[in-house]
């Protein structure tokens, strides 16, 4: 499986920006996958994920209503639609995805296959 994320910018608060995960090698419906981020000098924070083995789906509570995880089947893409971005969301966003039976969600960062990352960077 190879993850190629795009998407990533400096942006101010309040503004929305999509990211966008490329899969090859698999077909979305056979993975879980999701994203993940990590700002200097903090742990990694799992964000949203979906895994299409066994349905489960999970969103963090500092991004709920705000960030939403969604999958384009044709296009072997997922997407993370952010919208009243903060300076806190500020991180390296990772895609990772994994098609081990039983992957489910939350559970991205222990997905085996991921992305080289893009950066937001939110401020005014």
């Known amino acids: 499986v190879q993850l190629q994320a795009s998407g990533g910018g400096l942006v101010q608060p309040g503004e929305s920006l999509r990211l966008s995960c490329e899969v090859s090698?698999?077909?979305?419906?056979?993975?879980?996958i999701g994203w993940f981020r990590q700002a200097p000098g903090k742990e990694r924070e799992e964000i949203s994920c979906v895994s299409h083995r066994d349905r489960s789906r999970y969103n963090a509570q500092s991004v709920k209503g705000r960030f939403t995880i969604s999958v384009d089947n044709a296009k072997n893409t997922v997407f993370l639609q952010m919208s009243s971005l903060k300076s806190e969301d500020t991180a390296v966003y990772y895609c990772?995805?994994?098609?081990?039976?039983?992957?489910?969600?939350?559970?991205?960062?222990?997905?085996?296959?991921r992305g080289q990352g893009t950066q937001v960077t939110v401020s005014s």
């Open positions: 090698g698999f077909t979305l419906d056979a993975l879980a």
């Open positions: 990772a995805a994994s098609y081990t039976i039983g992957s489910s969600c939350p559970g991205t960062l222990a997905f085996a296959h």
